[in-house]
């Protein structure tokens, strides 16, 4: 099974931030790699597929970048909405699996 | 609109049995594979165990292998996993979710409690 490491687990951040966060695969995986957003109580949200396409309705700010095993989800400007928690998953091979996930926190 | 909407979440014992459902609206059920997803208490997101769009193949995370059976019922619009030899490990919100270049579409997810 492919192993998905997320960094940092947590950090803190303040609104207008630029943050970046970096996921890596224990295998290449092309580019078949998610991003998703999860707030408390909600379903996670998909914000970006195939590494670096927007999903639709995604603000710009949010952009994902990477190829093979090393991927990163940055947000330019941190708005209030953004403070949540992010998780990269592959869908390149069965079982399809998610990083551990990053929290983003208010400084 | 796309929608997905869990149920059949409960408190089981351990080692009893529960059946979800996930019902799907909104497009054409049958061409998508279809997965679910969990997330215990305050962790991250796992992956349980997906099918095929027309349920010729399945797939189940090792942690459920065994225990779990996914199914779909494409003339209802309906996904469903049946687990088994429940565990207090398997205490979860379970989602259903649409792939799609990954997940979509997700459910509300309902919630599995695993005790005695």
């Known amino acids: 099974a492919i192993r998905m490491t997320q960094s940092p687990s947590s950090f803190s951040a303040s609104t207008g931030d630029r943050v970046t966060i970096t996921c890596r695969a224990s295998?290449?995986?092309?580019?078949?790699l998610a991003w998703y957003q999860q707030k408390p109580g909600k379903a996670p949200k998909l914000l970006i597929y195939a590494a670096s396409t927007l999903q639709s309705g995604v603000p710009s700010r949010f952009s994902g970048s990477g190829s093979g095993t090393d991927f990163t989800l940055t947000i330019s400007c941190l708005q209030s909405e953004d403070f949540a928690t992010y998780y990269c998953q592959q869908y390149y091979s069965y079982p399809y699996s998610f990083g551990q996930g990053t929290k983003l926190e208010i400084k | 609109e796309v929608q997905l909407v869990e149920s059949g979440g409960g408190l089981v014992q351990p080692g009893g049995s529960l059946r979800l459902s996930c019902a799907a609206s909104?497009?054409?059920?049958?061409?998508?594979?279809m997965h679910w997803v969990r997330q215990a208490p305050g962790k991250g997101l796992e992956y349980v165990s997906a099918?095929?769009?027309?349920?010729?193949?399945?797939y189940y995370a090792d942690s459920v292998k065994g225990r779990f059976t996914i199914s779909r019922d494409n003339s209802k619009n309906t996904l469903y996993l049946q687990m088994g030899s429940l565990r207090a490990e398997d205490m979860a919100v379970y989602y259903c979710?649409?792939?799609?270049?990954?997940?979509?579409?997700w459910g509300q997810g309902t919630l599995v409690t695993v005790s005695s």
């Open positions: 909104g497009f054409t059920f049958s061409s998508y594979a």
């Open positions: 099918i095929s769009s027309n349920g010729g193949s399945t």
């Open positions: 295998q290449g995986i092309s580019s078949y």
């Open positions: 979710a649409r792939e799609l270049s990954g997940y979509d579409s």
